[in-house]
């Protein structure tokens, strides 16, 4: 039997907007007009004045209000057990990030959670995490492995993932993320041979590989150990870097070709000329800078000034910033990067689906895009970036259907 298509029509939108570039910023804001959508793709804009009776299969009346992309979360730690409240409270008494790391707790309190859990375990609250952030407005996402450390909790972290993609049938890219820290009863140096040795056992598993290079987790060198080997494997390059200090692992993973640079809080100019010359996206995540209280601030304008394109992202997790809120992470990075709506919008969608390699297919509610899309409760979606503490999507649309 031939397919049906099937065209729907989103009327009565007083605000639309769609994002057209992130480096520069282009904004088109469409007033009083309808988005068209032809099994799940955005089709065209029209005036919504236009509209004629039968002209589509169906039209749904979004009663003045305005329309955004759905968000895309490109940096989450969203699969995990346990969580690190203790935590929290050592830091409200002086302890830092690093200190508690190297006290055995952090990431290696988590990792203990994490193996200690079953995978149905891990699937489900995992889930419960991932269907709060799509009542939040996000319609993609990339989830790291990292709290395993061995090779049967890695994977099953990884499983799990790939189970939220295909059971809530929403966009999930994979990044495995053994390089998170070195394990209890390890030598940095050991772990990281360990690491490389087993990258193939993650084909089918991850499409990229990702590194924390910090100081005392991995060097630049281990940086630059892992990248060439991931790259011959055919494996995206992420890397964490430049986050708590600087150690020059973003300028060796953008002249590697990283698809993402994260973190950033500690980036120099020559860091930004290298990622400005391979393309690599600056992923900016403002909720751990407010979470950890950080006093360093991303240089986000000098990204943009270079023309480097700049994401946003949760990047949800149980120790430096966990929370499931990217409308939240935009009002962050407004406020503390002093980003205009229509950038920190445009790094909350375009521009962090640029950072998943998969611009071409959602993040700017663009004709041939998926139609990912927020209706919101008000008819001006820079109240996102004027009010804080309130969620102001009401309706969010997957390919087209509504999902909440």
Sequence with gaps: MPVT???????NIRLLAQIESVAPVVVAKKENCALVVRDGKVVKTVKDSGIRAGQYDSVVDLKGRAVIPGFVDCHTHLVYG??????AEKRATGESYLEILKQGGGIHNTVEATRKSGEEELYQTARARMKRMIQLGTTAFEIKSGYGLDLETEKKMLRVGQ?????????????????????????REE????????????????????IFCEQDVFSVKDLRRLFLRA???????????????HQGGCYEAAKLGA???????????????????????AVLLPGVTFFLGG?????????IDAGVPLALATDCNPG??????????????????????????AAGTLGAARALERHKEFGGLLPGQRADFNVLKTDDYRDLFYYFGDNFVDKTYLAGEMIR
């Design 5 to 11: 298509s099937t065209t729907i029509c989103f009327r």
């Design 82 to 87: 346990g969580d690190r409240k203790e935590e």
């Design 163 to 187: 189970s939220l993609r295909d059971k809530l049938k929403v966009p999930v890219n994979l990044t495995y993320l053994g390089a998170h820290a070195v394990p209890k009863g390890w030598e």
């Design 191 to 210: 772990y990281l041979d360990w690491v490389i040795e087993n990258l193939p056992a993650f084909r089918g598993l991850a499409d990229a590989v990702d």
């Design 231 to 245: 790259k011959l494997l055919g494996f995206h390059l992420r890397a964490h870097v430049e986050e708590l200090s």
């Design 259 to 281: 698809l993402s640079c994260d973190h950033l809080e500690h980036a120099l100019p020559k860091d930004i000329r290298a990622m400005q010359l391979s393309g690599s996206v």
């Design 295 to 303: 006093e360093k601030i991303a240089p986000a304008h000098s990204f």
């Design 320 to 345: 430096s910033s966990p929370t499931y809120n990217m409308q939240t992470i935009l009002y962050l990075a407004a406020f503390l990067y002093r980003l205009s709506p229509d950038q920190a919008l």
